[in-house]
């Protein structure tokens, strides 16, 4: 592609390899045109061959002749880069058909609950605007249908805005390559026709939901330690999608979500990585799951804020103006096939050495039994067990089956007491 760019507000040639981008005089242009492009004119910056020319490769491929300017890292290498904007800023018309589709199907699903559900909601300041907007008891949930392309910066800075309106977004895409993923409370559905999306037909959550996964390290365990493969004796703590939850569990009607995040009972979370807390996770869980989240890791355990990772140094090559235009030559540019953002893997994996004490629903107490034979083999009656399996109770001492099959690590008392 070209290295360089028209600008049409200036009227000048932009080289990108050169560090002044041929501007001594205009020290803050490389910011102006970095500028993302919700904040700045589309049509700032133009093909520079379109602009000599009045035509260029990348209008024969659907494309406009405005530019954007990125940055692309490759072996090591950071450059900036152009590259054409479509040609299309409005949803095509099977897009919008898919869009009405699934604002109809929320209304319909929320007004079956006894909801409210308002279509092209604003804000009371007018600033925000949702797909639907779902009043329930617990949140107001500002759903967004989005299945046309929509930038990352785009998202964060529509979500925020909600946010800080009292409003939940919750973004809903057919591709698990959106942008949107883990940039905002989001959801995936199964890429259906209008006509499907419209009936009565059940739409699964495929992915953004997922459900917490805890389990002891142990040789016996079903799931195989995830740190070395074998077991390591120690508390991992999981988020996995519900057909790879042991047992499995099933997915997630959209039309039960609708209710379910308006009632409280499922709630957007934000998990940051426990080795490295700038890669984060965003999803959907049971409130149940989020509360159990919260005892194992605790209060004073809490992950730092994910830092903001700092940009890679530029390179200029200073390499002679080229204005002609290469669309569709390099293949590692950034226009290439986007990466898979939604995928199946486990996510904010935690491991402890040992179980925190803090999760234990019965107090832990010193486990030591002093009652003589005579009352372990009145026990052992009671319980019907074998006498060596008659152990104290984690709460009081009192003897019970405390081993063996049937067991229980407090006595019934115990564990009223603590529910």
Request: aromatic letters at 6%; a positive charge; glycine letters at 6%.
């Amino acid at each position: 592609m070209a290295n360089g760019v028209w600008h049409t507000g200036y009227r000048i040639k932009i080289e990108l390899t050169h560090a002044d981008l041929g501007h001594p005089d205009r020290p803050g242009l490389l910011d102006e045109i970095t500028m993302p492009i919700e904040k700045r004119d589309r049509e700032l910056l133009q093909c520079l061959q379109h602009h000599d020319t009045g035509i260029c490769r990348a209008e024969e491929r659907d494309r406009s002749p405005w530019m954007t300017i990125r940055r692309r890292t490759i072996d090591g290498t950071t450059t900036l880069v152009a590259a054409h904007l479509p040609v299309r800023t409005k949803p095509t018309a099977v897009e919008s058909d898919k869009h009405k589709a699934l604002k109809a199907r929320i209304v319909r699903a929320a007004q079956r609950h006894g909801l409210t559900a308002e279509i092209e909601a604003r804000s009371t300041d007018g600033k925000v605007r949702s797909d639907v907007l779902v009043t329930g008891g617990a949140e107001r949930i500002g759903w967004e249908a989005q299945y046309s392309p929509i930038t990352a910066s785009t998202v964060r800075r529509r979500s925020a805005a909600s946010v800080d309106r009292g409003i939940m977004p919750l973004w809903v895409t057919n591709d698990d390559r959106a942008a949107l993923i883990d940039r905002a409370p989001w959801v995936r559905v199964d890429d259906w026709t209008w006509r499907e999306i419209a009936s009565e037909r059940a739409m699964l959550v495929r992915g953004g939901i997922r459900h917490l996964q805890d389990w002891a390290c142990i040789p016996a365990a079903q799931r195989p330690c995830p740190l070395n493969g074998g077991s390591c004796g120690g508390l991992h703590v999981q988020w996995d999608l519900p057909a790879l939850c042991l047992p499995p569990k099933p997915h997630t009607r959209v039309d039960d979500l609708v209710t379910a995040s308006a009632e409280g009972q499922y709630v957007p979370m934000k998990i940051p990585g426990q080795l490295n807390p700038r890669v984060s996770t965003r999803l959907w869980a049971p409130a149940a799951d989020r509360d159990r989240w919260r005892d194992i890791i605790g209060e004073d355990e809490a992950l730092p804020e994910p830092e903001v990772p700092a940009e890679a140094s530029l390179t200029f090559t200073e390499e002679t103006l080229d204005s002609t235009c290469r669309y569709g030559e390099d293949t590692r540019v950034f226009d290439d096939r986007r990466p898979r953002r939604d995928h199946a893997d486990a996510s904010g994996l935690h491991s402890f050495t040992e179980v925190p004490r803090r999760i234990f629903r019965v107090p832990h107490q010193p486990q030591r039994l002093t009652s003589s034979p005579e009352q372990r083999i009145a026990a052992a009656q009671r319980h019907g067990c074998a006498v060596w399996h008659i152990g104290p109770c984690a709460g009081c001492g009192t003897p019970i089956q405390r081993y063996g099959p049937g067991s229980a690590h407090a006595c019934a008392s115990c564990r009223r007491r603590v529910r």
